[in-house]
């Protein structure tokens, strides 16, 4: 044999690797698996949207109840006590206060209707006819008047109670009303400063179901403008 010349040997040839896939059992049992994780991911997130749901609804309930105590602060708190219709009446199921508005003086009335505490505001006026007749309205109110506003939904019942003279008592024993005088229509409102209690306690009895719970209670000083 020459030496030139040289043995290529054949090259050894490795049999494939055969690749292994997933059994069927195997696919079954991981859908299983996603399936439980998928269903515990969504009660987990059903039950975050509803306490979240429960968290904002009592925000907004809390928000309402204390918009609708500060509008009545600041009713009593523009109380006038005029000589010609009365500074602030309670008669058990109405709360009557003149206040003062922008431009003028207003009756307004806090009362009960079908579990709505609804709030009614006459037009500001600086005429006594026109003061006196809608001083007169407010005894005559059914709910469904021009002015009238529902204040907050599921109320029971209004109780009012006076401070005056050091002890709190029921209003419509306690109360001082404004002397009445007969004074010619069209002139000018005057303020003759009659006595008012120093401060009223408004409750509000809240009904079953309406998401507030039993009594809401607010000691409100009378400020005499």
């Known amino acids: ?38 269903a515990t991911c969504w009660k987990g997130v059903d039950a975050i949207s509803s306490a979240r749901a429960v968290a904002d609804a009592h925000l907004q309930r809390t928000l309402r109840l204390q918009a609708v105590v500060t509008q009545v602060e600041a009713d009593l708190g523009q109380s006038v006590n005029l000589s010609v219709v009365d500074p602030l009446i309670v008669d058990g ?14 009756v307004v009335v806090w009362f009960i209707k079908d579990g709505r505490l609804l709030r009614w505001a006459s037009p ?19 709910g469904n008047e021009p002015g009238t506003l529902t204040a907050l939904q599921g109320v029971e019942r209004m ?36 006595p008012l209690p120093e401060a009223v306690r408004f409750q509000l009895a809240m009904a079953e179901g309406s998401g507030y719970q039993g009594m809401v209670t607010r000691e409100i000083p009378v400020e005499v403008q």
Do not use: D, W
């Not at 030139?4 to 690749?19: E, S």
């Not at 109405?94 to 207003?106: A, D, F, P, Y």
């Not at 709190?168 to 005088?181: D, E, H, K, L, P």
């Open 1 to 38: 044999m020459s030496p030139h010349v040289r043995l290529n040997p054949t090259p050894r040839r490795h049999a494939p690797l055969r690749r292994r896939g997933f059994t069927l059992i195997e696919v079954l049992v991981s859908l299983l698996i996603l399936s439980v994780l998928a």
């Open 159 to 194: 109780q009012i109670y006076c401070y005056v003279g050091g002890s709190m008592a029921n209003c419509q024993s306690s109360r001082t009303r404004g002397a009445s005088s007969s004074s010619s229509t069209g002139s000018t409102l005057a303020s003759t400063m009659q």
């Open 93 to 106: 199921t109405h709360l009557r206060v003149t206040r003062r508005g922008v431009g003028g003086v207003q």
């Open 124 to 142: 500001v006026t600086v005429n006594v006819g026109e003061l006196q007749k809608y001083s007169m309205t407010s005894f005559q109110l059914e």
